[in-house]
């Protein structure tokens, strides 16, 4: 028959099987940013060289090509170790998996789009739209990470790199979108929108990643970005986005707007190159504490500690202070003494406080990834049922919210209520 | 290399696991119903003992013991058959494993508990409770069950079994004060105070219950309701509750108060059967449509279906409704045709969208977790800090509620965003 320690110690195991699957989750999400940054190049590669009808970028994309078919041979490999044939992967094992198939329908589609890139047989806005798609998968990957991380220090690391991630995509599409503007010789006001549209989510995108991110990384960020680069690109920015429908713009900028972008992108990379070891070691670091934890364990049950008294279970808290229906919401035992000096029962009682605490905090990171979901799907919702594009929906929900001085989630939250009421989408 | 079928199939595992896992937890919550069913009334009968300074009530007491005990085997033994060697709980593992730890170590002590009454050493308060924690402890194991499980109707159903059993607990409790009161002979502020708050909290529970349950199972509580019994306990509750502090109590009416708790007891728990049954078949059902799903995709593997275009990936849906950042998040692919006809790629995204929908359900149903784990916290607060018993602590968040026209859940919320200026603790 089992024994109390018997389970502090299995609970412990469980915490040290699910930091361990965080570990090789992290694992995951580098290798898929490495891939989602070649893609990027990948895609601005493409553009360029369908914006001069073939004429130019053709060796460089054919070598960037090379490098993703590398990386996605190694991504690849990282799905074919995740364990599918047990179901190890209790909790959001399904939802990752589920993500990561659709992921390797885009990947088995990489090559077709690579062909109607090559045969100039696709527009630049064509295929920076199956590159963006290809590309949202592969970060729902990461974002399924972060909402699946049992920890609350990995689940805010993980919360903070998928947003800059998503962040530097939005950076990609901003220099995606530049250089085709750029390419084609004359401004756009709808292209114009889609350009300070993108400017926009990529700032909401930062300012989440400063807020979840070790300050160091924040540093980091903050240091490359104070450069001379940043001006060189609000000025092409400004140069984009205001001059009058219709007038020319400057087809040799296409190239200095190209490399300006790339400098940031490249310096995000080693953003985020930083944020992916941050999370390794913290999964590194936990793990080798949780392990420690167990070890003293196990230790206190190979020697003769003993509870004195059975009769202490009724005793150690004060009566008073005892919650009639809930044990462990109520305030914690004080650890104090040398661990082996404590009783197991208080020990017991002690991991179940904290595990209580990282639930709490857990709760408090994922709320902004759940803010995150409701925004998509409200904005999902309008582009549906009034045929808006993804800019139009999110204009929409953004003038909503100044109006009524609410919170873009509020809104959110208001559109997807009407949803029922919503006529069906035209098929 | 795996494709993106195999991990459609995976996905599928991952849920049948969870549902396996579901399956076996609700087994464990049944069995741990009927100890605390068992617990419930082995308190009230060492209560009446107690009452009767050992004259009374002796041999009740003893068959009852001997029940339990059979009980607490069968739990043990549920205990055991946990794959605590595994860490194949992964997910809410070890809060679960933690909860069973702390039970443990309160079953460990219930000899000693059985032996204080026996010699009549404690108080029937004190012996009260004492089984009121160790009964709190089983019931934070159910209260985990369904903060953990994955799918939201089972989540639902126990969160529905949860707040029953909590109901019913309040009631036994309710049975024990007053039994005490009666046997006293004599009203006492206090202990009126304790059962008026006793009264409130069942009906709380009562009220999640019904929102939670299926029609079926509150239509059956409706049922078991309309009886004499409830006008008898009324009748009861307003002698008790309604004496002058001091005033003379009819010691007779122990028995009566005792016996009518006790039908309603006993109805209770012929709904709380129900519900029990009403999870496992669930969980069957579940557990059968998850298996139908993935032989479907299975044969589907197994046969020529293959994708006749790859970059369907990039044109299944119309581009406008493509969210740039999130795929999945946005409005599903309706599904339509034979399954078989349908491609791969339109199950993955199929897949996706459910998973999903299931996510916001089970965060729907969980909310109602959440606020309780507030306001326990709350109110644990309030108690270590303010030196106030669990009713103190209650009445008092209540008539902030009032005061303030909030809701309770608000006022716990306010109470816990003061926990960092509140003094320490008195040690």
């Given at each position: 028959m089992k024994s109390g320690l018997s389970f502090l110690v299995a609970a412990k195991r469980c915490e040290i099987a699910e930091l361990q699957q965080l570990a090789l989750t992290s694992a995951l999400v580098n290798v898929t940013g490495r891939l989602v940054h070649g893609l990027q190049r990948e895609r601005g590669l493409s553009n360029l060289h369908l914006g001069s009808q073939g004429a130019r970028f053709a060796d460089m994309r054919a070598r960037q090509i090379e490098e993703c078919r590398q990386i996605e041979a190694e991504l690849r490999a990282c799905f074919d170790t995740?364990?599918?044939?047990?179901?190890?992967?209790?909790?959001h094992g399904a939802r990752l998996f589920s993500r990561i198939a659709y992921v390797l329908h885009g990947l088995d589609a990489l090559e077709a789009l690579r062909e109607r890139v090559a045969s100039l047989a696709w527009t630049p806005r064509q295929a920076t739209e199956a590159y963006v798609r290809l590309i949202a998968g592969l970060l729902a990957v990461v974002f399924e990470a972060a909402d699946s991380a049992s920890d609350p220090e990995v689940s805010r690391l993980l919360v903070a790199l998928f947003n800059f991630m998503q962040g530097k995509e939005f950076t990609g599409q901003e220099r995606a979108a530049g250089s085709a503007l750029f390419a084609s010789g004359r401004a756009d006001a709808a292209e114009q929108q889609r350009l300070l549209h993108l400017i926009e989510s990529q700032e909401r995108c930062l300012q989440v990643f400063v807020e979840f991110a070790n300050p160091k990384a924040v540093d980091l960020w903050t240091a490359s970005q104070a450069s001379a680069t940043l001006a060189e690109l609000e000025r092409l920015r400004r140069v984009l986005c205001t001059a009058a429908q219709g007038a020319p713009l400057n087809v040799q900028l296409s190239q200095a707007w190209f490399d300006c972008c790339s400098q940031r992108i490249d310096r995000m990379k080693a953003v985020e190159d930083r944020l992916a070891l941050d999370l390794l070691r913290a999964c590194e670091d936990k793990i080798a504490a949780a392990r420690a934890d167990m070890e003293a364990y196990q230790a206190l049950s190979a020697t003769?500690?003993?509870?004195?008294?059975?009769?202490s279970f009724f005793k150690l808290v004060p009566a008073s202070s005892a919650p009639t229906g809930s044990?462990?919401?109520?305030?914690p035992v004080q650890a104090y003494g040398l661990q082996l000096e404590r009783s197991i029962l208080e020990l017991v009682q002690e991991q179940a406080h904290r595990l209580q605490t990282m639930s709490e905090e857990l709760d408090t990171v994922r709320a902004s990834l759940n803010e995150r979901k409701l925004i998509e799907r409200a904005k999902g919702l309008l582009m549906a049922h009034r045929q808006l594009s993804e800019e139009e929906a999110h204009k929409t929900m953004r003038q909503m919210a100044m109006n009524q001085n609410r919170r873009l989630v509020e809104v959110a939250e208001a559109v997807l209520a009407m949803a029922d009421v919503l006529p069906e989408r035209p098929r």
């Open positions: 995740l364990d599918t044939g047990s179901a190890s992967r209790i909790g003769s500690a003993r509870e004195t008294d059975a009769l044990p462990g919401f109520g305030t």
